[in-house]
Nanobody, 124 residues
Framework: QVQLVESGGGLVQAGASLRLSCAASGRTFSRYYMGWFRQAPGKEREFVAA????????WHADSVKGRFTISRDNAKNTLYLEMNSLKPEDTAVYYCAAVQAPRDYSDSRYYNYWGQGTQVTVSS
């Protein structure tokens, strides 16, 4: 099992940057694919980014490509999401999630473990 705790959210103006962190418990963090998802009010949870066990492979949703970057530090059991050029439409609760071997890294149904979420609000 792995427990996840997100941090780093906040209220920022459009164009600003934020870095989200997701701290994982346990000694098996490196055995999990990790993902970031987000959910805006009244909308379904959507994929943001994912990263493979060692960090060699990353994937980003088209809506954030070029602005957001997922990374991980397995020595620190921590996942990151660097968010630049934030837009009001990025406003959502951001969740990190873990799965050992996803069939589809962009499908939230395949992730077994979730954090509690951190709110990101971008004002125009």
């Amino acid at each position: 099992q792995v427990q996840l705790v997100e941090s780093g959210g906040g209220l920022v103006q459009a164009g600003a940057s934020l870095r989200l962190s997701c701290a994982a418990s346990g000694r098996t963090f490196s055995r999990y694919y990790m993902g970031w998802f987000r959910q805006a009010p009244g909308k379904e949870r959507e994929f943001v980014a994912a990263i493979s066990w060692g960090g060699t492979n990353t994937w980003h949703a088209d809506s954030v490509k070029g602005r957001f970057t997922i990374s991980r530090d397995n020595a620190k059991n921590t996942l990151y999401l660097e968010m630049n050029s934030l837009k009001p439409e990025d406003t959502a609760v951001y969740y990190c999630a873990a799965v050992q071997a996803p069939r589809d890294y962009s499908d939230s149904r395949y992730y077994n473990y979730w954090g509690q979420g951190t709110q990101v609000t971008v004002s125009s």
